[in-house]
Each structure stands twice: as structure tokens, then as C-alpha cells.
């Protein structure tokens, strides 16, 4: 199985100022089409998962564009330029390369 | 897109449930469709998914479920099913269907609280 280490386990972000996250694979998510098979999803509080970013750095429709995914082979980062209030919830990375599907442990991000 | 989870509840330990996923707004025929759970308190966890005819409608599962829950789908109902059998009290969650084997897109999930 992939295993999916995600860094750190929480943060505590001033409105405006950037955030970072870091997801680890035990294996390469790079498959043979070109893509990397890396889901970044944010979970609010008392909701289900949104997807955020697909294929390592593609955004999703309707996500701002101050949320960006980068990365490549076994390493991979979750960046947003300007926290605003309404991204507090856990982050999780997810691969897709092969079964069984596996997610990071997640981060929560807070606000100050 | 909108998933709708249905058929959550309380069940004795070794009994059975069957979640429903209800799909609109997309071709549901094209997709696969997959399960999620989430434990009280916990992280995300892959169930299985059923891919679409067109590759065959062959199912795959975690191995904590694997013989014991099956995954299925009806398109003309645009519904994908989870048949839980021999439950067991680590098997309380909420439970996610989400369209797709990846680039998840999720209902709001169903709870399934097993209990004597």
C-alpha cells in the first residue's frame, strides 16, 4: 500500500498571511500518462470533503485561486497565498495512483 | 453534481445495512462510483469503488471490508449501493459516496453506528 505522510498535523495562520502543506508518498504517484495521481480536500467543520486540487496542481472548479498544488514524483505542497477565515478545516492529500486509494492523516489549519 | 446518502442508522454487531448513493446533474453511466468513511474523531478512509461498464462494473475494496461488503450500482436508477454485511463496532463511521476513482466529488454522507 501507498502511504500518504502528511506534515504539519496543525497550523495556526493569521488572516492574510500564507500557508503551506506538506504530503509525502511511499511511492512515486507519477503514472504513465504524465499525471500524478494527487487529490489535495479540505473538510470544514461539521461538512464533507470539497475537492481543492486534482493531478497534483490542478485547481478545481470554483476553488480561488489562492489555493495551489505543486510538486512532483513522491513530494508534494498544498500552498495558499492569503488565509481568510473560511478555509479553517482539515486538509487531506489523497492518492489515486493504485488501490487501496489512501489519504494523509490530515492538517488542521486554524485561524489566529 | 449532487450525492445523496441514504440508509444510515443503528445495527447490532454481525447484522447488515445497505447505504444508498442517489446521483444528479451527470451522466452517472460514465463514472465510477466509490465509498468513503470517516470514523468519529478520525481521518478518511477508502471503502472500494464499482467502475463503470464500460470497464467492466469490477469493484474493489479496502482490505478491512473485502468480503464482507459489497459495492454495486444500478444506472438506470443513477444509484450506487453498499451492501454491509457482518458488521462490526469498528465499523462505525460516516459513510461517503463520492463519484469517481479519484477527483473526488461527495455527498454529505450517511452515519452507521454499530452497537449491541
Known amino acids: 500500500d501507498i502511504v500518504m505522510t502528511q506534515s504539519p498535523l496543525s497550523l495556526l495562520v493569521a488572516p492574510g498571511e500564507p500557508a503551506s502543506i506538506s504530503c509525502t508518498s511511499s511511492?512515486?504517484?507519477?503514472?504513465?500518462?504524465?499525471?500524478?495521481?494527487l487529490d489535495w480536500y479540505l473538510q470544514k467543520p461539521g461538512q464533507s470533503p470539497q475537492l481543492l486540487i486534482y493531478?497534483?496542481?490542478s485547481r478545481a472548479s470554483g476553488v480561488p485561486d489562492r489555493f495551489s498544488g505543486g510538486g512532483s514524483g513522491t513530494d508534494f505542497t498544498l500552498k495558499i497565498t492569503r488565509v481568510e477565515a473560511e478555509d479553517v478545516g482539515v486538509y487531506y492529500c489523497m492518492q489515486s495512483l493504485q488501490t487501496p486509494l489512501t489519504f494523509g492523516g490530515g492538517t488542521r489549519v486554524e485561524i489566529k | 453534481v449532487q450525492l445523496v446518502e441514504s440508509g444510515g442508522g443503528l445495527v447490532q454487531p454481525g447484522r447488515s445495512l445497505r447505504l444508498s448513493c442517489t446521483t444528479f446533474g451527470f451522466t452517472f453511466g460514465d463514472y465510477a462510483m466509490s465509498w468513503v468513511r470517516q470514523a468519529p474523531g478520525k481521518g478518511l478512509e477508502w471503502v472500494g469503488f464499482?467502475?463503470?461498464?464500460?470497464?467492466?462494473?469490477?469493484?474493489e475494496y479496502a482490505a478491512s471490508v473485502k468480503g464482507r461488503f459489497i459495492i454495486s450500482r444500478d444506472d438506470f436508477k443513477r444509484t450506487a449501493y453498499l451492501q454491509m454485511n457482518s458488521l462490526k463496532i469498528e465499523d462505525t463511521a460516516v459513510y461517503y459516496c463520492a463519484r469517481d476513482r479519484g477527483k473526488f466529488q461527495w455527498g454529505q454522507g450517511t452515519l452507521v453506528t454499530v452497537s449491541s
Open positions: 511511492q512515486s504517484l507519477l503514472h504513465r500518462n504524465g499525471f500524478h495521481y
Open positions: 464499482i467502475k463503470n461498464k464500460t470497464y467492466g462494473g469490477t469493484t
Open positions: 493531478f497534483g496542481s
